[in-house]
């Protein structure tokens, strides 16, 4: 069974960083895709970035191009997303999720097959 655990999520003020990670355990194919998307109540979970395990092909959202970076460990089968220069409008809650299926548009949340349960970042001063 794979599960997906997130950590890495809490409160930072307006401009801050926080790194969130993404544990995979359990069996999974080598090709395979991880994504990072966000909720707050009343909206649609949105996708903010995802990863391609195999090649490191990244897709990011246009809201948090230049702020966000998605990077992996293999061996360890944990996905990072550093997040700098955080402003109200991330705060979310912030789950991951793991697709089999890498072909075009893959970064989507109808895509992904497996989901944490996520982890609240909250950005106040």
């Known amino acids: 069974q794979v599960q997906l655990v997130e950590s890495g999520g809490g409160l930072v003020q307006p401009g801050g960083s926080l790194r969130l990670s993404c544990a995979v355990t359990?069996?999974?194919?080598?090709?395979?895709?991880i994504g990072w998307f966000r909720q707050v109540p009343g909206k649609e979970r949105e996708g903010v970035s995802c990863?391609?395990?195999?090649?490191?092909?990244?897709y990011y959202t246009d809201s948090v191009k230049g702020r966000f970076t998605i990077s992996r460990d293999n061996a360890k089968k944990t996905v990072y997303l550093q997040m700098n220069s955080l402003a109200s409008e991330d705060t979310a809650v912030y789950y991951c999720a793991a697709t089999l299926s890498t072909s075009v548009g893959y970064c989507q949340r109808v895509r992904m097959k497996y989901w944490g349960r996520g982890a609240l970042v909250t950005v106040s001063s």
């Open positions: 359990g069996f999974i194919s080598d090709y395979y895709a």
């Open positions: 990863i391609k395990m195999r090649d490191g092909s990244t």
